[in-house]
């Protein structure tokens, strides 16, 4: 009977996962089941009749749970290191008498080597992403791009180091592009890599000051220049920005009168106040922008074709976001991360849904992936973005091809860009598209599609 109930609770023991040692109230180990050798280091039979605290002395394994648990008379669990490095999470039951005295001591032992190794990993890991992510941080602070900015197509990122280079100089810089493109994050980067980072920047939209007004607000007026002037008169924009920089956004949009004064005070760096007569100096460092095409203006006759001259010396020219298909990609995972922490969610896209943002002619260039990228996240319920939730079919607002050599063009540029998104080489987009390696290269010099891969 004893010898059955004996095999019996063998049995159970065995039948579980875990490693099951037995002592009694002093620590004695009466019965050790499982891989003693692998975990301990000692056969099972070896370590019955040893103590636990000789065990724990010789770090057979450290610390040991049962010496514990005979102190505290309660169950506890510990992290154990054992002599063949495993670490064992092991719990400890006391079984006590009526006096509460504890006269055994199960101890139950789990490896969690393997988990233990993945935490380690994962811990380093992070530190690593740690590092990498203040490297990244350090570099971008050497590239002094503004905090969100992105420039991963090679396009933004040779406008970027053209906008370092003349940042330093005074030249008058203009940037063109359509609207949304980023021209005014730019012309304030500019500024902030300027001699002049410490004086003041004055931002004018000129399309958004009403005509009869552009003249009082630019240059200013002394006290009753005009009815329902101030008493005391009034400092114009240009002198605001002495000594800092002037950024005339929508340039294109200046009256032909005002065109004028402005290259004057370009030439003299003097200017006087509307109903004056005094002549003040100015210094300031003019940058402008335009999404009209002042050369067409110029031959309409609308934009002063000797302003033109004066503006254009550093001309930047910010291509449509549609031409830029990594940063499309790049930039919706920024705003993601933007608007996920505004909002505290956790969204993401699928890849069909990104690839559908590749093929869209994006109109409103970056301003409108922007604002698209926040709808998408207040309004589409479950976690991941899918390709329903995007708010426009793949073809339907492409810019529209004009001949079967523009459509042929299209379709081809549209394949590599997909290719380019699936794959991790050159090669493998050779075999996706069933060209040879060179010829794709070619095709994407062709189509300025960047080349170098993730
Ligand atoms: N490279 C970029 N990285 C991150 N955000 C960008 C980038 N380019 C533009 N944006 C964002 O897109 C929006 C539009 O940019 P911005 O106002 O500079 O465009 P713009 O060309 O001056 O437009 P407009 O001609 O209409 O004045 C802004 O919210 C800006 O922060």
Request: net charge neutral; proline share 4%.
């Amino acid at each position: 009977m004893r010898e059955l109930l004996e095999r019996e609770i063998e049995g159970i023991i065995n039948a579980s996962g875990e490693n099951i040692m037995m002592t009694d109230g002093r620590g004695v180990i009466l019965r050790s089941v499982k891989n003693g050798q692998e975990v301990y280091g000692l056969a099972s039979s070896e370590l019955v009749g040893k103590s636990v605290q000789e065990l724990e002395a010789l770090h057979i394994f450290n610390p040991s749970v049962t010496l514990r648990v005979i102190e505290e008379k309660k169950p506890i669990t510990v992290m154990q290191q054992t002599a063949t490095g495993k670490t064992m999470m092991t719990r400890g039951v006391p079984l006590l008498d009526e006096h509460h005295n504890v006269i055994r001591v199960i101890s139950f032992s789990h490896d969690m080597t393997e988990i233990q190794q993945l935490k380690e990993k994962y811990e380093a890991m992070q530190q690593k992403m740690m590092h990498y992510e203040s490297e990244i941080e350090q570099l971008r602070d050497q590239h002094g791009l503004p905090h969100g900015v992105v420039i991963k197509s090679k396009a933004m990122q040779d406008v970027w180091t053209l906008i370092r280079k003349v940042a330093g100089s005074s030249a008058t810089v203009v940037l063109q592009g359509e609207s949304g493109v980023g021209k005014s994050i730019f012309a304030r980067a500019i500024h902030h890599h300027s001699t002049r980072r410490d004086g003041p920047l004055i931002e004018v939209n000129c399309g958004a000051i009403p005509e009869s007004l552009v003249e009082s607000e630019l240059f200013g007026y002394e006290p009753g220049a005009f009815t329902g002037a101030h008493s005391k008169g009034k400092v114009g924009l240009l002198e605001l920005a002495n000594k800092g920089t002037l950024f005339l956004d929508e340039i294109g949009e200046l009256p032909l009168s005002i065109q004028v004064k402005l290259l004057k005070v370009l030439q003299e760096k003097t200017f006087v106040r509307v109903g004056g007569t005094k002549s003040r100096s100015v210094d300031f460092r003019l940058i402008t922008a335009s999404h009209r095409d002042l050369k067409e203006m110029v031959a309409d006759g609308t934009f002063r074709e000797d302003l033109y001259y004066r503006l254009h010396v550093v001309p930047l020219l910010i291509p449509p976001l549609r031409e830029r298909p990594d940063d499309i990609v790049q930039l919706t995972h920024a705003f993601l991360a933007v608007f996920n922490e505004r909002y505290h969610t956790n969204k993401h896209m699928h890849p069909l849904a990104l690839q559908q943002l590749l093929h869209y002619a994006w109109p409103g260039n970056v301003r409108e992936l922007e604002n698209m990228i926040e709808r998408l996240v207040v309004t589409v319920e479950s976690e991941q973005i899918q390709q329903e939730h995007i708010p426009f079919l793949s073809n339907e607002q492409h810019v529209p091809a004009t001949t079967l050599q523009e459509a042929l063009a299209d379709v081809e540029r549209k394949w590599l860009i997909q290719a380019r998104t699936q794959c991790q080489s050159t090669y493998e987009m050779a075999r996706y598209l069933g060209m040879s390696q060179p010829t794709v290269i070619r095709r994407l010099q062709k189509y300025k599609i960047d080349s170098k891969m993730n």
